[in-house]
T-cell receptor, first 113, second 114 residues
């Protein structure tokens, strides 16, 4: 069964600090992995999309890494801002006949001043 | 900047009633999606739609659900006979094409079934 596990479940950091969120998946065969940011009560917003051949992708202060061999991804946030407070969701899609994505439960990040 | 819109923002209905949730995808997008998120839980894929047909659907998308593109701009999700467990946030999304194309999500409709 395809699964996406994220850690930590929640994280509190001080403004200006860096943090790294983790995503492990068992989706196979792998097609792509996406990171989304979801503010409370809002729809997810895409941060990065990575395929099998990509190790790193950046979007401003967000940098995602992918290790397809170990089936792990991370999202690194640099110089956090109060507006980074949100849930960060890892989504993995399989290659082949079904493009149904598998969502992780998300990491809830709170940035304190 | 183009965005996906959804109406209503909040819908309250009684168990057994039919509801229609409406979405206006981004105008040049060809793929449309519905997701749901039960409070406190993860987002779940319901269905994708392309060229006036369902492209993929999950196990959740059973016979009580249907989707339609009634005109050139709207994309709807109908729940025929709502149950208490249908209470959730329903998100519509659209993308230019499938695969590696970015999906743009709407703000969601909160459905409360009483």
């Amino acid at each position: 069964k395809n699964q996406v596990e994220q850690s930590p479940q929640s994280l509190i950091i001080l403004e200006g600090k860096n943090c790294t969120l983790q995503c492990n998946y068992t989706v196979s065969p792998f097609s792509n992995l996406r990171w989304y940011k979801q503010d409370t009560g809002r729809g997810p917003v895409s941060l990065t999309i990575m395929t099998f051949s990509e190790n790193t992708k950046s979007n401003g202060r967000y940098t995602a890494t992918l290790d397809a061999d170990t089936k792990q991804s991370s999202l690194h946030i640099t110089a956090s801002q109060l507006s980074d407070s949100a849930s960060y969701i890892c989504v993995v899609s399989a290659l082949g006949g079904s493009y149904i994505p598998t969502f992780g439960r998300g990491t809830s990040l709170i940035v304190h001043p | 900047e183009p965005e996906v819109t959804q109406t209503p923002s909040h819908q309250v209905t009684q168990m057994g009633q039919e509801v229609i949730l409406r979405c206006v995808p981004i105008s040049n997008h060809l793929y449309f999606y519905w997701y749901r998120q039960i409070l406190g839980q993860k987002v779940e894929f319901l269905v994708s739609f392309y060229n006036n047909e369902i492209s993929e659907k999950s196990e959740i998308f059973d016979d009580q659900f249907s989707v339609e593109r009634p005109d050139g701009s709207n994309f709807t999700l109908k729940i025929r006979s709502t149950k208490l467990e249908d209470s959730a946030m329903y998100f519509c999304a659209s993308s230019e094409l499938r695969g590696l194309y970015e999906q743009y999500f709407g703000p969601g409709t909160r459905l409360t079934v009483t």
